[in-house]
T-cell receptor, first 116, second 110 residues
């Protein structure tokens, strides 16, 4: 089966611009997660979708970040306006079930975002 | 979720067995111990998970003592391709967020 796909793999934008990251989960996976690692820091949870609903968005850093998952399939993460500190790698993961023990996640390869 | 502590880095040579130990002193009764592997330019990949005693799969073994306050990931006969960052996570309870620590950078040399 196809894995979790993220677009683009790299993005370089200027401060103040808008960027939209996309994640296509594994088909049939109701749960979709966004994580990110900013420079020198650990991978941090951003939010969790169950189908099209936001189950947990406690990790979203501020209101410049907007995540959507219309129709419960692919998801987008928009950063508007982008700031320098938003640079990092954004990972998407999906799971079929409520992977409470942490063993059911499949991660994408990430989008490397650079804000200059 | 319990915080984990593991070495920042380890070095090994091809063909050796590598053991990475993780401390999780505050692990709760319902928590599972889960290990992920991450190669450069890729997302983390699930390796193994356990609750207690020993778990073995085609990739690794996981040893968990009775008090569950630590765990050891064992990689038999490593190769150059095992060079990666290995994350120990404790997962459970009411949330399924993965909380990543710094991980252990394993460097395998020829």
């Amino acid at each position: 089966e196809a894995g979790v796909t993220q677009f683009p793999s790299h993005s370089v934008i200027e401060k103040g611009q808008t960027v939209t990251l996309r994640c296509d989960p594994i088909s049939g996976h109701d749960n979709l997660y966004w994580y990110r690692r900013v420079m020198g820091k650990e991978i941090k949870f951003l939010l969790h979708f169950v189908k099209e609903s936001k189950q947990d968005e406690s990790g979203m850093p501020n209101n410049r970040f907007l995540a959507e998952r219309t129709g419960g399939t692919y998801s987008t993460l928009k950063v508007q306006p982008a700031e320098l500190e938003d640079s990092g790698v954004y990972f998407c993961a999906s799971s079929q079930d409520w992977a409470r023990q942490g063993n059911g996640y499949t991660f994408g390869s990430g989008t490397r975002l650079t804000v200059v | 979720l319990a915080k984990t502590t593991q070495p920042i880095s380890m070095d090994s040579y091809e063909g050796q067995e590598v053991n990475i130990t993780c401390s999780h002193n505050n692990i709760a009764t319902n928590d599972y111990i889960t290990w992920y592997q991450q190669f450069p330019s890729q997302g983390p990949r699930f390796i193994i998970q356990g609750y207690k005693t020993k778990v073995t799969n085609e990739v690794a073994s996981l040893f968990i003592p009775a008090d569950r306050k630590s765990s050891t990931l064992s990689l038999p006969r490593v190769s150059l391709s095992d060079t990666a960052v290995y994350y120990c996570l404790v997962v459970g309870g009411a949330t399924n967020k993965l909380i990543f620590g710094t991980g252990t950078l394993l460097a395998v040399q020829p």
